[in-house]
């Protein structure tokens, strides 16, 4: 019986785990078995004695197209959990309006890429343009688009199909892990034909657009498959190599001019069909090399079996969404599930299926533990991204750890944004030391605790490009605004954290003198506060306040400059997620904390900064600075404001919507909060381990954990009224902390909030 569950996974799923709920697929009635995972290591138990009810669909609350609209920057295309592929329609390219490539309001479409970042602020990816079409093949370069009714467009997890109007053309996309698959049905069948565009991607200019690609070759091996190499940089220097295979032979192909600065090549495939006929596309994708593609290829899509893969991805989802039963509406059901779908998009498996990757330097190698993963958007993903996925996904922790520690070791520091196995620089500080420390913290030991130290130790005191001037931090004890080309306080304020993190995992591992050096650095954040202005204000490397200072101007190192990141002082001053106590007392104590903490969210913030949105006050909920100060009142007893603040947020800044995201997802960080906070607690400290109450806002959710265990948090009495948390409950006895841990959580229980309409 076993042999027989492990069979099943792994034809399925690979080596994702198998759930409770996918036992319904076996067709067994009762048993009590574990499950093992294609590694041969037992993951979860289930002693579940019957399992003969129906099967969730979760994938049926999951609506791809929240946040496709204003600056959500989410894309609706098929993708697989934590895939390298991301094949999805594209209606732009030009400007931080398209960073996925598409918005919803949008009426045409220029065909269909292979991969795409999901909610973030920057152009990069979006590989490999193809577009069919019928009619005159030979246009100018952008005249093989066309319009679309939002009738025929639909989007669920790992299948995307629209109409196009002009070529009678309908598509559909699914996906693999490192594979795509495109189904098009030609509705009149005169010339019909595909576009395939390499010079294309997201670019932040016109200019860009036509210069990206430094170098293009293709080859048609045969009738039927070509393949061929791409180097383009936008955000990183980018390698991919493909191999594209169509289920009918190309009987004329041929290449468009191209303009003097471009160098992608564009080629139009023509097919012999019959109206009503189909075209299939494979398009498998690989860092290494071409016969790295055609192994991916071989290992994922060896047939044209559209359905088939279609429904192997609607379960793979299913068994990733089916580890938290919601109880709610299905409105709240779908905002939730869409969260969870969003947050584990990515990080990406770019590694080709025997776990060769091309890395920072350019090598081909093989990753520690069989798998590479990159797009790691670490100033968002570290504040709970991260720490949802060390609860809802711990089997893929270690290879997080491990790839981050890889790359570390090539670069010589931790990611700080991480895109395609290379670094792009964006953002400030390193917080690839958080997610180790917390991962070290939380007990996974699937990586080498030395080295992933070692890299945290050299990420932290040896100097590298743009960012990190240590000889100046550890001089001054911050960052000196006239000695720091930007973003000055935001750059020691999360510098801090990450010192307070290393020293976490430094004590942690008994290195005494290496957990007190990067300790004392732990506090460098009381060398920033301005007691007479009460916020954390830019120094001079002389020790004197920069003037003149206005609190709610934003600073951004993109446009603006400043000394904040995508943010101000009403917003950074709260930035201190390791020692609230030690900044509560920097302002004198609770009460006037508090009260300059209410100034936060009455005094409203003028600002047309794109990155600063979902503003309550001067709160801005749509980045992520800010997304731990609301549970900061939680944690200065007054945890009445927080669930007011909490419910306040779910009712302005999410919904079902495509408007429904009030800013970039990020990579899953905005719904990570969402889910956290939906729960009732939410990580203000994440190495800590521990989740700080808030308030529930669903009645209840079952926690599927590892090992057959389950957690169940229910919200009793919750209302519309109900908003506040009389009393809570851990396995029936009386619980009067105001956390809960994330080693209580994981040991499986019970937690229940009485709630009520009373402060």
Sequence with gaps: MQKEVVHICCKLYGNSFCYPHFINLIHEKTFCI??????????????????????????????????????????????????????????????????????????????????????????????????????????????????????????????????????????????????????????????????????????????????????????????????????????????????????????????????????????????????????????????????????????????????????????????????????????????????????????????????????????????????????????????????????????????????????????????????????????????????????????????????????????????????????NYMKYGYFPTDLTEAESVSSTLESVYDDYAAADMAKRMGKTEDAAYFARRADFYKNLFDSSTQFMRPKKSDGTWKSPFNPSQIGHAESVGGDYTEGNAWQYTWHVQHDVPGLIALFGGEEPFLNKLDSLFTLKLETTQADVTGLIGQYAHGNEPSHHVTYLYALAGRPERTQELIREIFDTQYSPKPNGLCGNDDCGQMSAWYMFSAMGFYPVNPVSGEYVFGAPQLPEFVLHLADGKTFTIKAEGLSEANKYVKSITLNGEPYTKNFISHADIVKGGTLVYQMTDKK
């Excluded at 959990?81 to 030009?94: D, L």
């Excluded at 520091?413 to 290379?422: D, H, M, Q, R, S």
């Design 34 to 471: 574990s499950l093992y995972s294609c590694t041969g290591k037992r993951v979860y138990s289930c002693s579940t004695a019957k399992q003969d009810t129906p099967q969730t669909d979760y994938t049926q609350y999951v609506d791809p197209f929240i946040g496709a609209a204003d600056n959500g920057h989410t894309f609706p295309g098929a993708c697989r959990p934590f895939g390298m592929i991301q094949t999805s329609p594209v209606t732009g390219a030009v400007g931080w309006r398209y960073c996925s490539e598409y918005m919803y309001a949008d009426s045409i479409i220029w065909g269909f890429t292979q991969t795409h970042l999901n909610g973030t602020g920057c152009m990069d990816l979006g590989d490999i343009l193809v577009m069919p079409f019928t009619g005159e093949r030979h246009r100018t370069w952008d005249a093989y688009r066309s319009s679309f009714s939002k009738t025929s467009e639909n989007a669920t997890p790992g299948y995307y199909t629209v109409t196009l109007d002009q070529a009678k053309v309908k598509a559909e996309l699914t996906a693999t892990t490192h594979a795509a698959l495109h189904r098009y049905t030609y509705e009149q069948a005169d010339s019909a034909s595909i576009l395939i565009d390499l010079q294309h991607g997201p670019a932040w200019n016109e200019k860009q657009y036509h210069s990206q690609v430094n170098s293009c070759e293709v080859n048609w091996e045969n009738d039927s498959t070509l393949t061929g190499h791409v180097n383009n940089k936008v955000w990183v220097d980018q390698d991919y190599y493909f191999v594209m295979q169509f289920s009918r032979p190309v009987i004329d192909h041929f290449e468009l001019p191209m303009a003097e600065i471009e160098k992608g090549k564009r080629l139009v495939a023509s097919f012999n069909i019959q109206p009503g006929e189909e075209v299939l596309m494979k398009v498998a994708l690989s860092t290494t090399g071409v016969e790295g593609a055609k192994a991916n290829m071989a290992a994922e899509v060896p047939e044209w079996d559209f359905e088939g893969i279609r429904t192997a991805a609607k379960a793979d989802w299913n068994s990733y969404l089916s580890r938290i039963e919601v109880e709610g509406t299905d409105e709240e059901k779908t905002n939730f599930y869409t969260s969870f779908y969003h947050a584990l998009i990515q990080p990406n498996e770019i590694s080709d299926v025997d776990g060769r990757y091309r890395n920072a330097a350019d090598s081909v190698v093989n990753a520690t533990g069989g798998k590479f993963y990159s797009t790691f958007s670490l100033w968002d993903t570290y504040r709970a991204a991260h720490p949802f996925y060390t609860l809802m996904v711990p089997e893929r922790v270690d290879g997080f750890i491990n790839s981050l520690v890889d790359q570390a070791e090539v670069q010589g520091y931790l990611p700080i944004w991480g895109l395609w196995g290379k670094e792009n620089f964006c953002m400030v500080a390193n917080h690839g030391v958080s997610v180790v420390a917390e991962a070290y913290a939380k007990g996974f030991r699937g990586f080498d605790a030395e080295r992933a130290f070692n890299a945290i130790k050299q990420t932290q005191t040896v100097s590298h490009p743009l960012k990190s001037n240590w000889e």
